[in-house]
Structure formats: structure tokens, C-alpha cells
């Protein structure tokens, strides 16, 4: 990727109108490999054509929903994805953070937030493939991550894919092994400076990030909650 806006987007929503503004935005600001389908059996055969390397899915679709549909397809590979939706009830929010998506839209935004949410996940995306060549492996108790390929392998040798955002929590708190980083710094890291209204987000994404760390999410080892202020990763000697 040699500029984000070289990157294969995929919008999947059966709003016609909407589809087409969105083009248009998109367009309008860069990006210049845009595809749309209207419901999900459009949506499987242009992903199985050529992988995106950004999803932006609508939740209600004729022929099944947004949710399953991710599930589907970030089983064959791991691209980010922004959900669109016009159910704005945090259990629904909630849940497709939890599936593994970098960020969730209630319908009807503003296009400037949308074009900046975008911009924010293929950043990190980004960045996160520049800093590959700089990486190292992390161990955390029974389990090592590999911070180029955002996989971490369990003991028995299985491998657990991490999402963008969940590699772009996890270097920030890396970089800062054994020392607090607060909740403002690892927002800032990985939603950049306007970060507002993700606060709540960062909960779910590190609630997701210790199923695949911990031996016990519920009693952690390795990624520990300062209450208050932060997280932080404990230190190799101490696990």
C-alpha cells in the first residue's frame, strides 16, 4: 500500500442513493477503488473476486444483515470494517465491536465523520504496515504475538488473528511494557486526536483483545486495568 488511498474498498448497502453518495465522497476525497453491492450474495462474490482492504457494511440487507455477513467474510481474511447502521442501541453497537469491526456509524451521519472514521482505520492499517519491518515478537505468559503479522500463537501452536484495532492497542501498550498508559493516550494512538466518543469503544475493543491474550479473561495476567487511568501490559518477569 503505497498511499491510503490506493486501498480497495468494498460499501455494502441496499440504499441505492446512499451508495452512490458515498461513492461520491469517497471519490471526492481520494480514494479511487471503490465497489458497491447492494445485499450480501453481491457483496460474497466481489470479496471472493478480489479481498478489499476496507469493508463498510450496512447492518439491515435484503437477503441477511451485516453481522453475519462479516462473520462470512472475515473468515477468509482479515479486513477491516466499519458498520453503518440505523439502530442506534448500544447492545447493537456493542455487538458488532465485539465480532472483531474497528468502528460502528449510526444512520444519519454526517459525511465529513464518516470520510474521517474512514480515515482513521486505514491509518492505523497503515501504519501498522510500516512499522512491520521494526516489530518483534511480544511473549505474554503462554503465548507469543507477532506484532508484524498481528497473530497471536497459542501453546499448542493455533494462531488467533488480531483485528487493526486490537494491533494498534496492543503496540501502544507494548511500546510501554510495565508502565501505565492511560485511557486518553491509547485513544489518541488509535483514533487520533478526535477521539471523542470512543471512549466507550476502547472498553470493548480490550475486553476482545484478552480473549485472545489471557489464559482467563476474567482474571488477567498479562493486560491489567489501572482503574482509573489506564492499562497497562505486565512486565515479562512478573507473569
Known sequence: MNSIYEVRILIV????????????????????????????????????????????LDINLP????????RALHAKADVPALFLSARDADADRLF????????????????????????????????????????????????????NDALVTLSNGDTIPLTATELALLRKLADNRGHIVTYDSLCSAVWGADYYGYENSLGVHIRHLRQKLEQDPNQPRCLLTVRGIGYKLAKEELL
Open 96 to 147: 458488532g465491536l465485539g465480532l472483531g469491526a474497528d468502528d460502528y456509524l449510526t444512520k444519519p451521519f454526517l459525511m465529513q465523520e464518516l470520510l474521517l472514521r474512514v480515515q482513521h482505520i486505514l491509518l492505523r492499517t497503515y501504519r501498522a504496515e510500516l512499522a512491520r519491518t521494526k516489530s518483534k515478537d511480544l511473549k505474554l505468559a503462554d503465548r507469543s504475538v507477532d506484532l
Open 63 to 70: 437477503d441477511g444483515d451485516g453481522f453475519s455477513l462479516f
Open 13 to 56: 448497502d441496499d440504499n441505492k442513493d446512499l451508495l452512490r453518495l458515498l461513492c461520491e465522497q469517497l471519490s471526492g476525497a481520494g480514494y479511487r477503488h471503490i465497489q458497491t453491492a447492494a445485499n450480501c450474495a453481491a457483496a460474497k462474490k466481489l470479496f471472493a473476486a478480489e479481498i478489499p482492504e476496507l469493508m463498510i
